[in-house]
């Protein structure tokens, strides 16, 4: 199973990257733009989601688009959960227990690269170039 440990090794490598805690949990963000956070049960999210939340590891992490949030739910609709709630929207929230390492990685990334300018998604693309193959700048 992915843990918090595992997110803090990949987001150490992104350029720009800092975490944060609140009384909400852990917070990764690029130039102050959350791109991965933990989900907590908050009496906005609907219960039926706030009862996986409540008692399992949830990450939320922005995304491209609707589409790609409904591609994830259609691909594995027990990890990838519900809407959560209409905020920072696109975003998705997964159960960590159902991630592997390298789709976790896929998935921190790519949040990353959703809220990095521009210069920082250069960097990290010249430093790792078969990256830069799989993910273009826009």
Known sequence: MATLDDVRRIAAELPGSE?????G??????RSKPYVWEC?????IPD???????????????IADA??????????????????TKWSEPKIAFRMAGIDAE??????????RVQAPRYLRREYDEAHPAAE????LP
Do not use: Y
């Open 25 to 30: 949990g852990v917070t990764w963000f690029v």
């Open 67 to 84: 589409i790609e949030a409904r591609a994830l739910r259609h691909m594995d609709a027990h990890t990838f959960l519900p809407q959560t």
């Open 40 to 44: 907590h049960p908050w009496p906005s």
């Open 19 to 23: 975490e944060r805690t609140s009384a």
């Open 48 to 62: 039926e989601v706030r009862e996986i939340i409540g008692n399992e590891l949830v990450l939320g992490v922005k």
């Open 103 to 112: 789709h976790l990685r896929e998935l921190v990334i790519e949040a990353w």
């Open 133 to 136: 193959d799989a993910m273009p």
